[in-house]
């Protein structure tokens, strides 16, 4: 189990805390955040009681201070911007008040790795049966209407304060000097969230805990009249940016996944039916010798994969690949690779002409290019290992490598799935390395069941071989072997994603 402590560091999340005159809890709220997250910065905005001198007597922390109250959104933006001078690319906020449960900071992570570069918004659990104000009550309904007609998306909580920002998305509306004038009070987490949402940033909710103190003990800054006069004005403004600013954007934003979905696919027809399969037909009547035509075949293969992801690409994809251990493929061996996408076996095929992937039935018979990957000696898994383990050995006899996705399925959420023992066994049978293959990305680029191809990096790691003698190290049978290697790909899978989702 990962410490979540060091997950939050590694992922590049910190939390923000505005306080103003909240003396009485901001340090019990302190105290609690830095028990589940290491980075805390407070912000003191212009607190006139004895607010910093109680922040001054907690370790750990970081305090942006200033003299005059500038109202939550003014403290927000310093504290992120403060998060991003310190190198954090995501922010959790939470009230001084004690209302929101730091407790409930794992849940947000969890939404964050399961949707990096998204804002997730803390919905407030049983916000109907709290003791709240009219007004309270009166201004939640009227902010998630407004939202609701401002970007075209519901959600059950906009004034939730509990959030998780992806500060390299929002610092461009949100930190922006020119949004000063709208975002400096409770205004600014509402036009945050409209902002965010007209530029394409995805919007979670995640449940999260709350507690209202009794009305008698409760502290509140808000200021009815001039405080809702400011909400009425922004929403008439945002109302009008909508139809000029936020739906043109839109209407854009799903052109374009359109058009990338298009080229990308009529790209793959066309080169498959007018270069592919000819060259693979004409290989045929070239070569009469069945080991150099096979071969060819592979070439072709080979070369098609790279032209597409390193060269030529898939608009708004970025492929990249690491060889830190510059493995030539030379020597045979079981590659094993997580499986995410219907994409990964053309990421795979970037490597060497000299692999061989187990595919499944759709793939092996399809009958666009079916006929290609069978001439390129691919076997489909339904077979069985007791046909299939003459033809693969006769295949490293040859110098070929076999490729094995252990977990014979994806997760729509690209998590690493359990590993079958296939691979285990054939690399026992066969007396050959295991090389691990990580693939980040094509799950995001191409979601299982999804129809339209979006924009994110994939980035494909090959690790260092390793031997029949080291295999023992992992296990002693196939299922125990199959077993630590998924916990290796657990953590190699993390690595590599809290690395690059930092830049969403």
């Known amino acids: 189990m990962v410490n979540a402590k060091k997950l939050l560091r590694d992922r590049g999340i910190c939390v923000v805390i505005p306080t103003y005159n909240n003396a009485g809890t901001i340090a019990d709220v302190v105290r609690r955040t830095l028990a589940q997250c290491q980075d805390v910065i407070v912000v003191c905005d212009g607190c006139t009681d004895v607010t910093l001198d109680v922040l001054h007597g907690v370790e750990g922390i970081t305090i942006v201070a200033y003299d005059k109250n500038a109202g939550k959104g003014t403290a927000l933006k310093r504290g992120f911007r403060k998060a991003v001078e310190m190198g954090f690319a995501y922010a959790i906020t939470l009230d001084a008040d004690g209302q929101h449960f730091p407790e409930d900071i794992p849940c947000l992570l969890r939404a ?42 519901y959600l059950p909580d906009t004034q939730s304060g509990y959030r998780l920002y992806p500060l390299k998305n929002s610092q461009s509306s949100f930190l922006n000097p020119h949004f000063s004038f709208f975002l400096s009070r409770y205004e600014a987490e509402v036009a945050l969230l409209v902002f965010s949402a007209w530029r394409g940033v995805k919007i979670v909710s995640v449940p999260v805990n709350v507690w209202y103190p009794s009305p008698e003990e ?7 009249i001039r405080d809702f006069s400011r909400i009425f004005v922004l929403n008439t403004v945002l109302c009008v940016l909508a139809v000029i600013y936020g739906l043109p954007l839109a209407i854009w934003r799903g052109l374009m996944t359109f058009l990338r979905t298009t080229y990308a696919l009529l790209f793959f027809l066309l080169t498959t039916i007018f270069i592919a399969k000819p060259l693979a037909m004409l290989y045929r009547i070239i070569y009469r010798d069945i080991e150099e035509r096979r071969m060819a075949i592979h070439r072709l293969l080979w070369r098609y994969a790279r032209f597409v992801t390193l060269r030529h690409g898939i608009p708004g994809v970025r492929f990249s690949c690491a060889n830190p251990h510059g493995e030539d493929f030379h020597e045979p061996a079981i590659i094993i690779c997580n499986h995410q996408s219907s994409l990964d076996l053309i990421t795979m095929l ?21 006929s290609i990957i069978r001439g390129a000696e691919f076997y489909p898994v339904s077979e069985g290992m007791e046909t299939l383990l003459p033809k693969l050995r006769s295949l490293i006899d040859r110098g070929y490598s076999i490729v094995v996705y252990p977990e014979g399925t994806r997760a729509l959420d690209c998590t690493i799935g359990r590993f079958h023992q296939g691979a285990f066994h054939l690399a026992q049978q066969f007396g ?3 090389l691990p293959i990580v693939s980040y990305g094509t799950g995001r680029v191409l979601p299982k069941g999804a129809k339209f191809i979006l924009g994110w990096p994939v980035r494909i790691e090959i690790d260092r071989r390793i031997s029949p003698e080291e295999m023992h190290s992992f296990g002693e049978t196939p299922r125990a072997q199959a077993s630590a290697m998924r916990r290796y790909y657990e953590d190699r899978y993390l690595t590599i994603s809290n690395r690059i989702e930092q830049e969403f």
């Not at 919905?123 to 939640?140: I, P, V, Y």
């Not at 409760?218 to 009815?224: I, L, Q, T």
């Not at 061989?356 to 399809?366: A, E, F, G, H």
């Open 112 to 153: 964050n790795q399961q949707h990096p570069g998204a804002l997730i918004v803390g919905q407030r659990k049983e916000l109907d049966k709290a003791e709240r104000s009219g007004g309270s009550k009166f201004a939640n309904a009227f902010s998630n209407f407004w939202f609701a007609v401002q970007t075209w998306h």
């Open 350 to 370: 970037i490597h060497t002409p000299k692999l061989v992937v187990l595919t499944k039935d759709w793939v092996w018979n399809n009958p666009l290019y079916g």
């Open 218 to 224: 409760r502290v509140s800054h808000f200021r009815p």
């Open 432 to 434: 050959v390395d295991i």
